[in-house]
């Protein structure tokens, strides 16, 4: 393994991707997408008073080459789903994430698991030749399965395997606690039908707005590959191996515990106030539309603003004004309204 602490640093987009931007958005297209209804942009967002970089969904209007385009030259960073409505998936993906320290300090660990996700894939009967591997451009790994379109089930059910098969996770035993956690995705508990997109996860080549790099490529060794275009061209999406069912153990609820509020609940329960003249209402963009339209919460806000806690404020505030100029000029509008 080859110079761990300079391989995986690229402040800059790699320019052969740059320079075949019609053949990436198509190789793209064609093995990460088969429903194209919504895709997820990273934007900053609050939790508990803590900014963090987040998701929020945006409808495709048929121009999902030109979101592909705009996520490869590292203007904007998004994020796909796990399945579709239709309940089939595209791909799977293991991600490896360092959870204590920086990754020049502990590459030891996350290389060995980067290399028991490989193997274990390899021992469910997953080939080579349908793996992508990708530095996620901060703190660890994405493991690729490219796949024919497969129901979700089938995925989860493969998800589960690999999860009794990986082994145990590197341990400090001074801290107490795993150094490197693993995400599965389509998540092995998820509900297609109350969730029929799943989780996002963020599209190779990105650029990682926290650590100021793009993610890129790897061979098995942890080596850049620069020619990724060939390397896409040369991906072969494989059939699930025919495994033993699996069925997933649900937790049971914790009765005792609180029912959380919607924001429609708190909404729909809130006083209104009156605050002075609202500004002109700014031209809605069909864009923007959709955007209200596929999003409940920003829906919510948009009906009614004045309803509206901080907290709710905040956060449709973080995700108009990462969307567009005329998003930031919806929220000053709403945000008259108050």
């Known amino acids: 393994m080859t110079n761990q602490k300079e391989t995986h640093i690229m402040s800059e987009q790699n320019p052969i991707i740059l320079s075949s931007l019609n053949l990436m958005v198509d190789l793209m ?9 919504y895709v997820a942009l990273q934007v900053y967002k609050w939790k508990a008073k803590t900014p963090y970089w987040g ?8 121009n999902l080459d030109e979101i592909i385009e705009s996520h490869l030259r590292g203007l904007k960073t998004y994020g796909f789903y796990s399945h579709s409505p239709s309940k089939t998936c595209k791909w799977l993906c293991i991600d490896i994430d360092l959870k204590i320290g920086l990754l020049k300090d502990r590459m030891d660990s996350v290389a060995l698991v980067f290399g028991m996700v ?89 650029y990682h707005n926290t650590a100021k790099q793009f993610s890129h490529f790897i061979d098995v060794n942890l080596n850049p590959i620069p020619d990724v275009p060939a390397l896409l061209e040369s991906v072969v999406p494989c059939q699930l191996p025919d495994l033993p069912l699996i069925q997933h153990a649900k937790q049971p609820k914790n009765k005792s515990a609180p029912n959380k509020r919607s924001v429609s609940d708190q909404l729909k329960n809130a006083v209104v106030p009156v605050l002075g003249d609202p500004l002109e209402q700014p031209p809605l963009t069909a864009e923007l539309n959709a955007l209200f339209s596929g999003c409940p919460f920003l829906h919510e806000f948009k009906e ?16 108009l004004c990462a969307h567009s100029d005329e998003g930031t000029a919806w929220f000053e509008y709403l945000s008259s309204l108050d």
């Not at 297209?29 to 209804?37: A, S, V, Y």
């Not at 009614?304 to 995700?319: F, I, K, S």
Request: glycine share 8%; net charge negative; aromatic share 12%.
């Open 118 to 206: 490989i193997q274990c894939l390899r021992d469910l009967g997953i080939p080579e030749n349908a793996m992508l591997f990708e530095f996620s451009g901060n703190k660890g790994f994405h493991v690729w399965v490219l796949i024919q379109e497969t129901a979700m089930a089938e995925c989860q059910n493969l998800i589960r395997h690999f999860k009794n098969n990986i082994g145990p996770m590197p341990y400090d035993a001074g801290l107490g606690r795993e150094t490197v956690h693993l995400d599965k995705f389509p998540h092995p508990s998820t509900d297609p039908d109350n969730s029929p997109y799943g989780l996002p996860v963020k599209l190779p080549c990105a």
């Open 29 to 37: 297209m064609r093995l990460f997408f088969n429903e194209k209804e």
């Open 304 to 319: 009614r603003p004045h309803a509206a806690g901080y907290w709710e404020w905040t956060h449709a505030g973080q995700l």
């Open 55 to 62: 998701y929020c969904p945006v409808p495709i209007q048929d």
